[in-house]
């Protein structure tokens, strides 16, 4: 039996004061539940703190958006070319490949 195809959307931010970036994948599972969010683990260390307050205010914002507006959050954020926020890949493909974004245990899991 096939598995229920979800939407991956996988972003990159880019601090400023360092070459380290941190990995953001947000899973919109299409079926009316919330989005879906994990960060790379540890990335609260990894940039400095003006960054750590506009990320974190952003996964607040995503986590909160209501299952109506997930789509239009998403093809706000496959828009993203320019910035420190931007878009690696985006594609449809069984939940089961959430961990091949991720190396093993280093992904933290938000909601």
């Not at 919330?34 to 790379?40: E, K, M």
């Not at 914002?61 to 998403?74: A, F, H, M, S, V």
Request: net charge negative; glycine share 2%; with cysteine.
């Amino acid at each position: 039996m096939p598995q229920n195809q979800v939407h991956f959307v996988l972003l990159q931010f880019s601090p400023r004061s360092r070459e380290e970036t941190v990995t953001i994948l947000l899973v919109d599972t299409e079926d009316g539940n919330p989005l879906q969010i994990s960060v790379d683990s540890a990335w609260e260390q990894r940039v400095d703190s003006a960054d750590r307050e506009y990320l974190a205010a952003l996964i607040d914002d995503w986590q909160n958006t209501p299952p109506e507006g997930i789509p239009d959050l998403i093809h706000e954020l496959c828009a993203l070319s320019r910035g420190p926020l931007r878009l690696v890949q985006e594609k449809h493909a069984p939940l089961a490949q959430k961990t091949s974004f991720f190396e093993p245990k280093s992904e933290e899991h938000i909601h």
